[in-house]
């Protein structure tokens, strides 16, 4: 429920308002940037957050898990915040994720912050999963046909009924598409910077999240 259906590369998809995209035919969900332990990587050099990111990500992503059973995950790169990341993850919520990775396929892509994701959870690693006419991969290329990327963090800011409101985005043409960030600490990109534009064959649009639906928005 509120989610935006679109077309990719001759893909049937939707945009989540979890902030992750589901590939209904394929069973398949996939979710980028979670950054998780994003928070202790920066207490360690004083500069305190909350100390809760990575709980409250792994909840966000085992309700979406449960509401969408998927038959494969493809968790797109920068899953966690650096390679010390599983070792500063408190029990807890290590044990949620490595069950969430026993429910199905686990495909763990490697990013610029975790090149070398976790081998104590489940699933293959990878530098990029090839599905039928799509590509999933961490940093998005140039006009590449069925890219599926993140690694940018997109959000767009908009005006309505004389305010401003802002969110996480998804920006696609409908040729490759950029992911929003799911980790609960994660800053953003806006959509409309040159280096998010910059990247499509046709004029993108934004699919903005909101509270409980997505909404189409030009860029």
Wanted: glycine residues 10%.
């Amino acid at each position: 429920m509120g989610s935006y259906a679109f077309r990719l590369n001759g893909a049937e998809l939707e945009a989540h308002p979890a902030g992750v995209l589901w590939w209904p035919e394929r069973c398949v969900l996939a979710v980028a940037d979670m950054h998780l332990e994003k928070g202790s990587f920066y207490a360690r050099s004083g500069v305190f957050l909350p100390p809760y990111d990575s709980h409250a990500t792994v909840d966000r992503l085992t309700a979406v898990v449960a509401e969408l059973a998927p038959a494969r995950v493809i968790a797109m790169g920068d899953s966690f915040h650096d390679n010390e990341a599983e070792s500063r993850l408190d029990r807890t919520a290590a044990e949620r994720l490595a069950a969430l990775t026993r429910k199905c396929e686990w495909v763990w892509l490697t990013g610029n912050h975790d090149p070398a994701p976790a081998e104590c959870f489940t699933g293959n690693i990878l530098d990029e999963w090839r599905e039928g006419p799509l590509v999933f991969c961490h940093e998005p290329t140039h006009g590449r046909f069925g890219e599926v990327a993140g690694h940018l963090h997109p959000k767009i800011r908009v005006n309505t009924r004389g305010r401003s409101v802002g969110g996480r985005c998804f920006v696609t043409d409908g040729n490759q598409l950029v992911m929003p960030a799911f980790g609960a600490l994660t800053g953003g990109l806006s959509a409309k910077d040159r280096d998010v534009r910059g990247l499509f064959r046709e004029q993108p649009m934004a699919l903005m999240i909101g509270p409980a639906k997505v909404h189409p928005v030009a860029v």
